[in-house]
């Protein structure tokens, strides 16, 4: 469940555990609780520093990392969930719904890839189906109905490519997410929890503001999938995630994302509550400037942001 330049980290958490159990009833055991979790501080933030683009990828897959699920657990107060998108059935590979965060009424879609075998197979390891996407334009535009702020959270290897997935309209469902989303009247803010897969991620993407957890990652195409169109071999993996620039930092710097949202001990899956409040605190300053502009304006900074990025030449 962990990776291998976890190890130590482990060892030391499961120790800082025990401890805690027998704090609840020595408090001798404080000054030593204390000393190994700022050990455990210290070891996390080297360990994290400098990893590769291929580790960073693998954190963002790890198994333990926090899902939408989790954020809406933390951050949203009276989740309702919306299902079905009125044509064909449901997609739990999507969660939407509304709810409040900080007392405002929101509209919140997202990602789930489930834990545990079965629900994750119900989840569909978070690749959504075309009646995902319809659901979540859905809410997008039930969200620009009653005037709520948008958030969405972005985890997901990328939409299904499975024969049935296109026969009921995959492409034109991700292509009229992105232009309902680009074109909403309401504030939109888009969150790259964990993996940011391709078109399957860009349909809950375009936001008025766009960050990105520090070891999520967003790109055109998989490691995997770029090693095997450009090299033919999986064991180039490391060498397409260091070309593609699918890191958290990469990105901003290419300005595709707005900020970086730096993890709790280096990796969010140490602690769910703190990565979660973490994330509400840049949720919380994204939507207090956004709030402040007009309809028409968000749609044309929105737009403008996304027609601005590339650099190209003309001969």
Known sequence: MYLEFEKKLVELKEKIENLKAVYRFQKEVEKELRSLQREFKKRAKKVYANLSPWDRVRLARHPRRPHTSDY?????????????????GDDRAIIAGFGYFRKIPVAVIGHEKGRGTQ???ERNFGMPHPEGYRKAIRVMKLA?????????????????????????????AIAESMFVMGHLKVPSVALVIGEGGSGGALALGVANRVCIMENAYYSVISPEGCAAILWKEQEKVKEASKALKLTAQDLYNLGVVDCVIKEPFGAAHWDHKRSALVVGYYLKRCLKELCQKSPDQLVQERLEKFSSMGVFEVS
């Open 72 to 88: 809406i657990k933390y951050l949203i107060k009276d989740f309702i969930e919306i299902h079905g998108d009125r044509r064909f």
């Open 119 to 121: 629900e994750k197979i």
């Open 144 to 172: 620009e109905k009653f005037n709520m702020p948008l958030i969405t959270f972005i985890d997901t290897p990328g939409a299904y490519p499975g024969i049935g997935a296109e026969e009921r309209g995959q492409s034109e």
